[in-house]
Every structure is written in C-alpha cells, then in structure tokens.
C-alpha cells in the first residue's frame, strides 16, 4: 500500500528476489507520495539527494546537491519505470479496510469503490506526513479569502497580494522567501521557533562535479559518508550529546548573522533545547523575514474573520490567502483504515488500548498475521535519511515473507519478542531530550508519547534488526483456530 519511497523499496526488494506476483496499490494518480502532494513554491529536500534515494537505484547528479520536489518526483517516476515497477502499480485505488481470516489465513482488502482484494500477505507503506492537520479555529466559515493547506496546494489562488502563512517548520521556512517574492504582504503565524542552521549550497561546485564525474566510485563513498556523518554528529543531539552545544552555537550565529533586530531576534529564539523538535536545514528563512513587507506575529490565533485573522490581543491583520503550514497527523498511523487482525482484533483499538502506537522495529504488530509496515511507529530518524530505515525494514519484510512461504504459514511478531523491543526502545527513548522535553514535535502525541521517531542511529537500526533473527522474533500461525476452539497463542509453533 503507498508508492512513495517506502512502497517502491518494498516492490524492488520483492522483484530483485523474484517475486512476481504483487501489487502495489497507490491512492494517488502517480507515484511520489509527499513529493507529489507537496508542490509549494521552494519545495524540497533538506538531506543531499544523493543519501535521500534509493540505496537499489540510486541519484548521481553531478550538479545539483539539493533537488527541488519536481526533480525528486522525476527521479520517483524514472525509477518506478527503471525496475519494472509500473506494470504491478494500480494507482486512484484506496483501501479503506484490511480483515484476516483466521479460517484460510489471508487478508481481504475493500477499495473506497467497493473492489474486494484478497491476498496472503499485507505490507502498508501510506508514510507519516500526508494527513494534514488544519487547525479548528472560529470564524472559518465566513473567511472570504482561499484558505488551504501547505499540502493541497490551490495554484490557482493569486499570491500577490496579502499572504498569512501559518506555522513556521520546515514547509514554511521554504515557502516564505518566495511568497516574499510576489505578495504585497506576507504575515506569518509562529506558534514556536525553531532551531534553524544554515543549509549548504544547492548545487555542487566545479570542482566536486569533476571529482563526481571521473573519480570511480565517488558517488557510493559520498552517500555512505554522510550517513555515517549524520549518525556521528546530528544523532547525537537527540541525546544532549557532544555535538549539542556546537551545533545550537551554530544556530545562534546564523541567527545573528541574519537578524539583526533584537526584538525580531528574541522572537525567533527557541526556549527549549536544540533538538527537542526537528532542526531546521534552511538559509533563506531569515533573510526573508526580515523585510519590510513580511511580519512575523507571535500572539496566538483567536479567530478568522471575513478579510484576516485576528489574534488574541485583538489585533486582526489582513489575510487574501491563508496558507496552513500546520503539518500533518503524524501519529495517526494507518488512520482513516480500520484493520482487523486474528480473532477480528481491531489494530487502532489495541493501539488506544495500549496508550500509544506501538510495532517490532515499526514493521509488525502481535496477532496481525502476515501483516507488516514500513515507516511505523518509531522507526522515524530525524538526523538522518529516511529512505535509509525503510531499506532496512523492506529487506526484513521480505526475509519474513519467504520464512512464510517455505513453512507455508503466515508468520506473526511474537508477544515475547515484542515485550523484549519495547523494553529497549523505551529505554533508549529515556534517554534522549524528547522525554519531559518542553517542545511540541510532530513525532509526540498530544499527551506528549513519542510516537514516531527512533531513538537512536541509522546504523543502530540497522544492527538491531540484523540481530532480530525471524525465525525466532516470528512464529507460524495455525489455520481455523476460532473453529477448533483453540487457544490462539497456544495454536503457534515458532518456525
């Protein structure tokens, strides 16, 4: 399910092992994912493509380091048709419900126009950012204006006249320099600062594109440095480790460099911990909101009226355009399906049940057969790539698959060896300053859970499920186990 980065590893994972018979079933007219819903202007990528793509297939531009979200969509589709992808992808199909049979051992998919899908084996890769979250605030209804969210971007809206943009995260801080460019006006809604550094230079110099050109090898010695330079020197900061004061020294002099009002300064400072929510990567944000037609207001949203928005200290500022740059519902995984495992177990019940999203390495949950996901709960890096996790949970995924076919069983994520990851995830979290920490961060519930991010280091992941043997973290599921009255945990036998 999903044909953005997570669902075509997945495809490639399966069709480099031999296995023909899949789909791949996409919501959406293309493949792309967030890069093909996000089109604002300044749209793209703050990790160098060359890490941020597929380790199967991966980018070698030799001139541009940062590609926009057109580039990045190309790249999506030239790869789909590079490994034979298209011919398995059903696109404008979205399943709205998933129920295992406990009788035949397969799952049954309904499609929103009805179409029943059944199949033996289930792997989700809808992603974390594409359910937007757009703020419910009075007033909404006689607002006069477009109003839309950063994600559904409306082209046809005129931008050159007064243009609020809500929020101030990394969709924001690459819209607002070129919304500068053409609106008379543009007010931006900050809830909280974040930490921004300085992003580094879009394009590759003469002298890297030469090197990246001739030198044999230079593109997989380039991408495999910088994760390893992610891991050593961004991880880190999760931790308040060693590279924290240096890296908030470096934020507070691209800061200063830039922002040279105080007041505007003080503004633009975060009180919490470099971080506690995610870093921006960006060089233009500053600059942008120091002139004279842009306003950053910092006083909370009472209300929308029928020309602006109106702040509680009373103030109400014009608005032709409200861009919501509110982000998404990240934690709602697999939101909006209702998933039914063994025994008709609803998934989002257990998980509200449990208090929080919770899956072994975000890929499988216990009593949902055959059953898996790529970017789940906790498997979210927020220091490095994340084309990289999803690599390594799609090669696991498909070590359980064929662990599955050979015993001719399904195959579910044992309690014990969930308890066991759970023990150390948590651990791991405890550790890092999202825990009590003082920001609101996209990977947090409401309440404050960590629900998204992994607490640790690529290679970290990758190691860990390495150890993570299938065979022994997965056991075989025995067919009518309703039917013959049996116990359903004692129905397993570990393959």
Known sequence: MGAGFGGLIMA???????????????????????????????????????????????Y?????????????????????????LRERLRCNTSVVSAHYSDTDRTWTLCTDTGDLIRTGAV????????????????????????AFHSARWDHTADLSGHVA????????????????????GVTVYQRSPSWVLPKPAASFGPVSRWAL?????LHELYRAGISHAADLVLAPIMRAGWSAGPAELAARGHLRRHVRDRELRAKLTPDYRIG???????????????????????????????DGIRTVDGTERRADVIVWATGFRAPAFLGGVQIRGSGGVDLHDQWRRQGRPTAFYGLAVPGFPNLY????????????????????????????????????????????????????????????????????????????TITNAW?????????????????????????????????????????
């Not at 890069?35 to 300044?42: A, F, H, I, V």
């Not at 590609?67 to 490994?83: G, K, S, W």
């Not at 927020?382 to 949970?393: A, G, R, W």
């Open 12 to 58: 490639a994972q399966l069709e480099q092992a031999g296995v023909r018979d899949f789909l791949i079933l996409e919501e959406g007219p293309e493949v792309g994912g967030v890069w093909r819903e996000n089109t604002y202007p300044g749209c793209s990528c703050d990790v160098p493509a060359h890490l941020y793509s597929f380790a199967f297939d991966p």
């Open 60 to 84: 070698r531009d030799v001139r541009v380091r940062y590609p926009d979200q057109q580039a990045i969509l190309a790249y999506l589709r030239e790869v789909t048709d590079r490994n034979g």
């Open 123 to 146: 792997v989700w890769a809808l992603g974390q950012l594409h359910r937007p979250a757009i703020p419910q605030l009075r007033g909404a209804e006689i607002f006069g204006g477009r």
């Open 165 to 184: 943009v809500v929020g101030t995260g990394s969709s924001a801080a690459q819209m607002i320099p070129e919304l500068a460019r053409t609106a008379a």
């Open 213 to 217: 050109t001739h030198v044999p090898g």
């Open 276 to 306: 506690d929510k995610r870093i921006l990567l960006d060089s233009g944000f500053y600059p942008a909101l120091t002139q004279p037609h842009v306003e950053l207001v910092t006083d909370h949203i009472d209300r929308l009226s029928s």
């Open 373 to 448: 996901m790529i970017a789940g709960p906790h498997s979210f890096t927020p220091s490095n790539s994340n084309p990289s996790l999803k690599q390594h949970q799609a090669r696991y995924i498909l070590r359980c698959l064929v662990l599955s076919t050979g015993s001719g069983a399904p195959l579910e994520v044992t309690e014990r060896a969930m308890a066991s990851y759970l023990d150390r995830l948590d651990h791991a979290l405890a550790r890092t300053i999202w825990c009590g920490g003082a920001a609101t961060a996209w990977w947090k519930g409401a309440d404050g």
């Open 455 to 495: 607490p640790g280091t690529v290679g970290e992941f990758e190691n860990a499920i390495a150890d993570s043997d299938p065979s022994t973290s997965f056991a075989q599921v025995a067919a009518q186990v309703e039917a013959c009255g049996l116990d359903r945990k004692a129905s397993r036998s570990i393959t």
